[in-house]
């Protein structure tokens, strides 16, 4: 059982579980101490401000930082502790909560509090995205995406967020149904592959529900990259009945690889956006690479356990779906 002396949770108060229950942090600030673990509670004051907090905490000799928020807190907290050694634990409290489906962690951060003490400590890598239109290189823990679910990402409408919670992205991607989607290339293990949706997985859960990428962990040095061809969004829609049933390894039109590096070329047919752990990041071409060793995570004790057995071939291609 763990021992912590300085520990620290930055929480965001617009995060969906604290707006929805006000007792929610209270109580797991009060279930955390029953464990032995006391905590500073520091809130993010607004976008983007979760690094420089984290940032800070860890640079003052802390033994754990806790974020309670939604994947895309969690990610400026990544971005904040970034080769650090304090350990990170979350508490669910987002939209999607794809990390904590993705650990076995209760999505009731309440009871995700009262098993902290449990958890234990794992080295796991980052990715790094880098765009060449300006905007600063971006840690993620989960995935980067780039085409047809980072548009959505980009169009999803706040306050329907607010309101819908995940509901608000079908509503952005039944929008896009029957449009043109622009293509692009991504360049991995010295192949070119053309696409329309690029994820690059460091998990197998995609918007807490999904399986996509089917044979990642958090705790191999590769990412999983899931490529989709199609030049309209009709293809999508199989994909999408295949992904429910778990078969997408099978599909036409997908490519499966495994990779350390990737390079995601522009279009001269439009704008191509990129996300990264759900928040959008800024437009192709893009380069995204795996920066091993990179975070300390609290983990369930079970989670090594659960490691998806590895496929062995290195890419699984079908023919495809034009």
């Not at 995406?145 to 039944?174: C, F, M, Q, S």
């Not at 989607?181 to 690029?198: D, K, M, Q, W, Y």
Request: charged share 20%.
């Amino acid at each position: 059982m763990a021992t912590y002396r300085q520990s620290f949770l930055i929480y965001n108060p617009y995060a969906g579980a604290l707006r929805r229950r006000s007792h929610a942090l209270e109580r797991s600030i009060q279930r955390l101490a029953l464990q032995g673990i006391s905590v500073e509670a520091i809130p993010t004051p607004g976008p983007r401000s979760a690094a420089e907090i984290a940032r800070g905490i860890a640079a003052r000799g802390a033994d754990l930082i806790l974020v309670a928020g939604g994947d895309g807190t969690i990610n400026e907290v990544v971005n904040g502790m970034a080769g650090s050694a304090v350990p990170l634990g979350i508490l669910p409290a987002g939209t999607a909560n794809v990390l904590a489906n993705e650990l076995g962690i209760a999505r009731n951060m309440e009871r995700a509090a009262e098993s902290v003490v449990h958890w234990v400590k794992e080295r796991v890598a980052l990715g790094l995205l880098a765009t060449a239109t300006g905007e600063t290189p971006r840690y993620f823990l989960l995935m980067a995406g780039a085409g047809l679910d980072a548009d959505v990402v980009y169009h999803v409408n706040p306050r329907t967020k607010e309101a819908l919670g995940k509901i608000a992205y079908w509503i952005a991607g039944l929008a896009k149904f029957g449009q043109r989607l622009p293509e692009f290339t991504v360049e991995c293990e010295g192949r070119a592959h053309r696409t329309s949706f690029a994820l690059v997985s460091r998990v197998r859960n995609y918007g807490g529900d999904l399986e996509i990428a089917p044979t990642i962990s958090l705790l191999d040095d590769e990412f999983e990259v899931v490529l989709f061809e199609g030049s309209t969004s009709l293809p999508y829609v199989k994909y999408m009945l295949g992904v429910v049933a778990r078969r997408t390894s099978a599909m036409r039109g997908v490519t499966i690889l495994r990779t350390r590096k990737a390079l995601l070329s522009g279009t001269d047919r439009g704008q191509v956006y990129v996300q990264v752990d759900g928040e959008s990041a800024g437009l192709l071409p893009a380069s995204v690479e795996l920066v091993p060793n990179a975070l300390t995570l609290l983990v369930p004790p079970g989670f090594r356990a659960r490691r998806p057995a590895r496929v062995e071939e290195a890419a699984w291609t079908t023919s495809p779906t034009r």
